[in-house]
C-alpha cells in the first residue's frame, strides 16, 4: 500500500512568493496533520483535519499560512507571502482510530526560502 | 501544557554499547498512549512503538526495548549493542486525548560510532 504522499520534495522559493505544499494521506484514514520541523523548534504541529474539517490551527505561525483539505484524499499547506524563516521540512501524517493514534509520516518537503 | 521532555539533547556512544534514551512526560489523563519514532539521516520519521498506559509492561523487540514507569512518568527506550545503523535522531510523543493529535519532544540524537 501507498504511505502518504508529499509533494514536491524539495521546494527552493524567493522570498515574497507563494508556495504550495501537497499531500495525500493513506486512503481510509480520517485524521491529517501537518508538522514543521526546524532545527531551533523541533517538530511542531500546526494545523490538523479530521474528517476534511479543520479541528485545530492553533499552531499556524500566522495568517500567512493556510491550510485546506477539500476532500479525504488531498490537503494542501500554502505560504503567502514566503519569507526566509519559514525555510524548514514540512512533514504531512494521518491517522485513523484504528491506529490507536499511531500516526504515518509522508516523507516530508524541504522548503528553502531565500 | 502537558510537555515530552527529552533532556538528552544528543548521545554519542561506540558500536556495541547499550545506550538509553530518556523520555519524561506530563499527563492529567488517566488514559493516554506513548510512542517512539525514528529519524535516521534520510530524515523520514519512522514509527517504533505505541504504548498505552493501561499496559505498564516492559516491551522488547530484539535490540529495543521500552521501560514505561507510571509512577515516575517516564518511558525509556534502550537500546542494546548498538550499530552504527541506529544513529538518528529519536523522538518520545503522547496523545493529547481522543482529538488523535500527538505532543512530541525535542529528539535526542544518537550517534553510534564504529
Known amino acids: 500500500d501507498a504511505g502518504v504522499i508529499q509533494s514536491p520534495r524539495h521546494e527552493v522559493t524567493e522570498m515574497g512568493q507563494e508556495v504550495t505544499l501537497r499531500c495525500k494521506p493513506i486512503?481510509?484514514?480520517?485524521?491529517l496533520f501537518w508538522y514543521r520541523q526546524t532545527m531551533m523548534r523541533g517538530l511542531e504541529l500546526l494545523i490538523y483535519f479530521n474528517n476534511n474539517v479543520p479541528i485545530d490551527d492553533s499552531g499556524m505561525p500566522e495568517d500567512r499560512f493556510s491550510a485546506k483539505m477539500p476532500n479525504a484524499s488531498f490537503s494542501t499547506l500554502k505560504i503567502q507571502p514566503s519569507e526566509p524563516r519559514d525555510s524548514a521540512v514540512y512533514f504531512c501524517?494521518?491517522?485513523?482510530?484504528?491506529?490507536?493514534?499511531?500516526?504515518?509520516f509522508g516523507p516530508g518537503t524541504r522548503l528553502t526560502v531565500l | 501544557a502537558q510537555k515530552v521532555t527529552q533532556a538528552q539533547t544528543e548521545i554519542s556512544v561506540v558500536e556495541k554499547e547499550d545506550v538509553t534514551l530518556d523520555c519524561v512526560y506530563e499527563t492529567r489523563d488517566t488514559t493516554y498512549y506513548l510512542f517512539w519514532y525514528k529519524q535516521p539521516p534520510s530524515g523520514e520519521l519512522v514509527f517504533l512503538i505505541r504504548r498505552n498506559s493501561f499496559d505498564e509492561q516492559n516491551e522488547i523487540s530484539g535490540r529495543y526495548s521500552w521501560n514505561f514507569q507510571k509512577s515516575t512518568s517516564s518511558f525509556n527506550f534502550t537500546i542494546t549493542a548498538s550499530q552504527v545503523v541506529d544513529s538518528a535522531v529519536y523522538f518520545c510523543a503522547r496523545d493529547l486525548g481522543s482529538q488523535g493529535n500527538l505532543i512530541f519532544g525535542k529528539g535526542t540524537k544518537l550517534s553510534v560510532k564504529p
Open positions: 501524517a494521518s491517522s485513523f482510530a484504528g491506529t490507536g493514534l499511531r500516526q504515518f
Open positions: 486512503s481510509g484514514h480520517d485524521y
